[in-house]
Nanobody, 127 residues
Framework: QVQLVESGGGLVQPGGSLRLSCAVSGFTLDYYAIGWFRQAPGKGREGVSCIASSADSTYYRDSVKGRFTISRDNAKNTVYLQMNSLKPEDTAVYYC????????????????????WGQGTQVTVSS
């Protein structure tokens, strides 16, 4: 059974850091692209970052480039999102999602194609 469980969210002051974790089970990370998405109150869900089956390929939305880093630990079946220099506009529920892709591929699917989703973790950036 495929399962994704996010953790690491919380309340942080502007300029602070958080590391989100996405623990996966029921599949092997090498065969999946893993994306992080977020949804702020009253807004649609948007892509934040993605790590492809080829773990050397990572992608970020412009507003988080240079502040967020996505990484993967195959031994722990976990994908991380390190978030630094957080801003109030980063406040949202953050979700990780997985999509089966060709092994070793270096691209990430668009938001609508992810098959498996976690339950989300709240990130609040406020003083």
């Amino acid at each position: 059974q495929v399962q994704l469980v996010e953790s690491g969210g919380g309340l942080v002051q502007p300029g602070g850091s958080l590391r989100l974790s996405c623990a996966v089970s029921g599949f092997t990370l090498d065969y999946y692209a893993i994306g992080w998405f977020r949804q702020a109150p009253g807004k649609g869900r948007e892509g934040v970052s993605c790590i492809a089956s080829s773990a050397d390929s990572t992608y970020y939305r412009d507003s988080v480039k240079g502040r967020f880093t996505i990484s993967r630990d195959n031994a722990k079946n976990t994908v991380y999102l390190q978030m630094n220099s957080l801003k109030p506009e980063d406040t949202a529920v953050y979700y990780c999602a997985a999509d089966l892709v060709p092994y070793g591929s270096n691209w990430c699917p668009p938001l609508g194609e992810y098959d498996y989703w976690g339950q989300g973790t709240q990130v609040t950036v406020s003083s």
